[in-house]
């Protein structure tokens, strides 16, 4: 809402409107009226009105201000004062109110390149693009000539103003169809077909991006137009692999190309495919040795690969080379080189690596580190120790902090001092959502069930849209069998929410065989185990097949589950209980 000119800050204008429409792109009487008074205002006394108006803009009525400004303009014919109201607009974002102004400032200083090509960018902006056509055309053939006069220059490409100014349009699909009418769609001219790839790109007309692109390569079989079809191949396509494909081809017939290895070692690293992956960082590092990052890069994929030697080798050449205020990523290195340590073992190397991180003292992620790696030394009262010692900066440091201590307690088999962390924790914060969820599952390992009942009930009044307060909540009393109706209830609202989440699922499967529903325990459960291959669901939907007399089925999962979880007491419970039918 605006508050109006003088209507706040001069007495004596009870006269003015109290407030403008919602929708100023309608001119009501009122608002009309309201302009009026402001150009009247504005004519008896400019200086007081445009004082107020200044005042007016720090309050943050744009509109007011822009007004009084723009009608002074008019009125004394000063395009200085069209400009100042342009500013005010724009700093708020206001693109319509600047447009007004914009044009009578370009009106008042047709000389003014500023002005005009302002009232361009602006007309561009809020889609006015008829209005904006003939100036565009006009810039874009003075662009050309300079382009022309002077061929060395470098950024003065028409085509690639053009796409800047283009791409400033919100409606993508009109700047696509105004990239058509200013340029053509000569398949011959590659600059012109670049920009109209790029425009139907982001017009998402993924199609005619790639034909463009396909003319373009046709003429400069390049390598940076290459790697941009293939980016819009897989728009169009909804399929990387193609892409890939082509790519990987043109890299093998290119052995010097380095962008198509960076494009395709990006999308394997994107789909986890971490051998081919390994290649393609390994062509780069052998193009350019001197790409440090690249070094980097290579070292997490390896830690993929378990390839713990060579990832090492490779995050201390980058460590080694690369200046520490160059250095990128260099917490999560060092953490990284500790994980390795650790699973070898060498506990002294895992905490060297750790201490040495730079502000080691300060990052929450590392002195959780290193608290685990003294569990797992055995030193239960240094990983206690490091956890009481940090001093969090902030609410998110605080809440994983609270929660490291509290599964810390838990793992010592001392529930009350887990509880007593979280307890702690939300009394500065109250309402946060992760405290909340990990003081109902202390509470549910202590069979405190009211306890889990006050907590999740919480968590669901301050995350109603979160899945998980309702299918944590179901889950316990179908897991308790009790309370079953109100079970379904929670759990179905939950899959409302999140209808594909396998725990979810999981969840909808248990309370159906809670309440005797075996053919929608079953079929739930089958789908929660196609996506989510875990443990808990097998053993849910292991337990529904045997209730359900498929004898074959519940054989044939059990053996798959006995191999994955050779170790588990409830999987042989079951089997036992199989082989007995």
């Known amino acids: 809402m605006a508050i109006l000119l003088l209507s706040g800050v001069v007495a004596g204008c009870a006269t003015v409107p109290a407030e403008l429409p919602a929708d100023q792109s309608k001119v009501s009487v009122d608002q009309q009226t309201y302009e009026a008074r402001v150009a009247k205002m504005v004519q008896q006394d400019p200086l007081f009105a445009l004082l107020t108006a200044e005042i007016a803009s720090q309050r943050g009525d744009i509109y007011s201000a822009t007004l009084a400004y723009t009608e002074a303009a008019k009125q004394q014919r000063n395009p200085e004062l069209a400009k100042r109201a342009v500013e005010i ?120 991006a790639v034909g463009h692109m396909e003319n373009v390569v046709q003429k400069l079989p390049q390598e940076r137009f290459y790697v941009l079809m293939a980016q819009f191949m897989e ?57 440090l990052p690249l070094y980097s890069s290579q070292g997490f994929v390896l830690t993929q690969l378990k390839d713990y030697e060579g990832a090492q080798k490779h995050f201390r050449t980058y460590l080694d080379k690369t200046p520490p205020a160059d250095r990128q990523n260099e917490v999560l290195i060092h953490a990284t080189l500790s994980d390795m340590a650790l699973e070898r073992k060498d506990f002294a190397a895992a905490l060297k690596w750790l201490d040495n991180t730079p502000n080691a003292a300060d990052e929450l992620d590392i002195q959780l580190k290193k608290s685990v790696v003294f569990d797992k030394q055995g030193d239960a009262a240094a990983a206690k120790r490091v956890l009481n010692q940090f001093k969090p900066k902030n609410e998110d440091e605080s809440v994983r902090l609270t929660l490291a201590k509290s599964q810390r307690a838990e793992a010592e088999k001392a529930p009350a001092e887990a509880a007593s962390e979280l307890d702690n924790a939300l009394q500065t914060y109250p309402d946060q959502p992760d405290l909340l969820y990990e003081r109902a599952m202390v509470a549910e390992r202590q069979d405190d069930l009211p306890g889990v009942e006050q907590y999740l009930r919480r968590l ?80 849910h939907f292991l337990e529904v097949l045997i209730k359900s007399g498929k004898k074959d089925e519940a054989r044939q999962l059990g053996t798959t589950l006995a191999v994955r979880y050779p170790d588990s007491t409830s999987l042989k419970k079951l089997i036992q209980q199989l082989e007995g039918i």
Not at 110 to 123: F, N, R, V
Not at 469 to 498: C, D, M, P, S
Not at 520 to 530: D, G, H
């Open 89 to 208: 607009s724009l700093a708020e974002g206001q693109l319509e109110l600047a447009l007004t102004a914009a044009k009578v400032w370009a009106e008042l200083s047709p000389q003014d390149k500023q002005a005009t090509q302002s009232l361009l960018l602006l007309q561009l902006g809020t889609n006015q693009i008829d209005e904006a056509l003939p100036a565009l055309k006009a810039y874009l053939d003075e662009v050309k000539k300079a382009q022309e006069s002077n061929p060395g220059l470098a950024g003065t490409s028409v085509e690639k103003v053009a796409l800047d100014l283009l791409m400033r349009i919100p409606d993508k699909p009109k700047a696509y169809r105004t990239a058509l009418e200013l340029f053509g769609n000569d398949p011959t001219d590659a600059e012109a077909q670049t920009l109209l790839a790029q425009i139907a790109h982001a017009s998402e007309l993924h199609a005619q």
């Open 235 to 291: 728009k169009r396509d909804n399929n990387p692999e193609a892409a890939m494909a082509l790519i990987d081809k043109k890299a093998q017939e290119n052995p010097n190309w380095f962008s198509a290895r960076l494009y395709l070692a990006r999308n394997h690293t994107q789909l986890q495919q971490w051998p081919q992956a390994r290649s393609r960082f390994a062509e780069m590092i052998a193009l350019q040795p001197d790409n």
């Open 460 to 539: 669901i009044a301050v995350r109603p849209d979160n899945p998980h307060g309702y299918n944590a909540l179901g889950y316990t009393w179908a897991e308790n069998n009790v309370r079953l109706a109100e079970a379904l209830e929670l759990i179905q609202k939950a899959v409302e929410l999140a209808p594909n989440d396998p725990f979810i699922l999981d969840s909808l499967g248990w309370v159906h065989y809670r309440l005797g529903n075996m053919g929608s325990a079953e079929s739930t459960l089958r789908k929660a185990y196609t996506l989510r291959q875990d443990e808990e669901i097998g053993l």
